[in-house]
C-alpha cells in the first residue's frame, strides 16, 4: 500500500524561527512531489514541485529538497510569520499508482506573533 | 498555472438526497480528480475523471454513489448520492495537465449532511 507520512503532526514556534516540516513516502518510485499549503476551510494552493530528478527547489522563503533513495522530503520555511500559520501538505505521485497521488496527513503549523 | 471554480461552494443537505458539484477550469486539461477531505483528515482520492472514457474509482468508491461526468476537457461533475452524514466533507476538484506538472485544486465543495 502507497504511504505518505508527515512529522510533526503540528508546530507552534514564535515569529522569525526558521523551521523543517518532514514528508516521508514508501514507494521510491515517483514522478514528482508536491507541496501545499491550506488554509482553514479552504482549497489548497501549491507552494512547490520537485521533480524526480531534482534535489531541491525554491521559492522566495520557502526551499523544498527531495531525496528519493531514502523516500524523504522536507520544507524549509525561513524567518516565518504569522501569515505562514496553516496545514501544509506534501503530495507524491507515484509511478505504480497509475500517475495518481498519494497526500500525506499534513502538518498543522502556527507561528505566534 | 490552471484557474479552477466549483459550485456550489457549501451546501446543507438533507438525508437520503443527492447533489452535483461542478468543476470549471480555464483551460483544457486531461486528467482531473476528485478528492474528497473529511473533517480533520487529509485528502483521499474518490477518482479519476479523463475525458472520453469512464472514471477510474478507488478502493472504498463506487460508481453508484459518485457519478462522474467529463463531457469536454474542461469541465467535470461528481455527484455524492443517496447521501447521509458520513457524507459531510469537502470535495475538491483538482487537474494536473500531465504526469510531469503541478497539480492544482479549486476551492472546494463544503458539504454537511443533516
Known amino acids: 500500500k502507497q504511504e505518505v507520512t508527515q512529522i510533526p503532526a503540528a508546530l507552534s514556534v514564535p515569529e522569525g524561527e526558521n523551521l523543517v516540516l518532514n514528508c516521508s513516502f514508501t514507494d521510491s518510485a515517483i514522478y514528482n512531489l508536491q507541496w501545499f499549503r491550506q488554509d482553514p476551510g479552504k482549497g489548497l494552493t501549491s507552494l512547490l514541485l520537485i521533480q524526480s530528478s531534482q534535489r531541491e527547489q525554491t521559492s522566495g522563503r520557502l526551499n523544498a529538497s527531495l531525496d528519493k533513495s531514502s523516500g524523504r522530503s522536507t520544507l524549509y520555511i525561513a524567518a516565518s510569520q504569522p501569515g505562514d500559520s496553516a496545514t501544509y501538505l506534501c503530495?507524491?505521485?507515484?509511478?505504480?499508482?497509475?500517475?495518481?497521488?498519494?497526500f500525506g496527513p499534513g502538518t498543522r503549523l502556527s507561528v505566534l506573533p | 498555472s490552471a484557474v479552477i471554480s466549483q459550485k456550489p461552494s457549501r451546501d446543507i443537505c438533507q438525508r437520503g438526497t443527492s447533489l452535483t458539484i461542478q468543476c470549471q477550469v480555464d483551460s483544457q486539461v486531461t486528467m482531473m480528480f476528485w478528492y474528497r477531505q473529511q473533517p480533520g483528515q487529509s485528502l483521499t482520492l474518490i477518482a479519476t475523471a479523463n475525458q472520453g472514457s469512464e472514471a477510474t474509482y478507488e478502493s472504498g468508491f463506487v460508481i453508484d454513489k459518485f457519478p462522474i461526468s467529463r463531457p469536454n476537457l474542461t469541465f467535470s461533475t461528481l455527484t455524492v448520492s443517496n447521501m447521509s452524514p458520513e457524507d459531510s466533507s469537502i470535495y475538491l476538484c483538482?487537474?494536473?495537465?500531465?504526469?510531469?506538472?503541478?497539480?492544482?485544486f479549486g476551492p472546494g465543495t463544503r458539504l454537511t449532511v443533516l
Open positions: 503530495a507524491a505521485r507515484i509511478v505504480n499508482y497509475g500517475q495518481n497521488f498519494v
Open positions: 483538482s487537474v494536473a495537465p500531465d504526469t510531469y506538472n503541478e497539480q492544482f
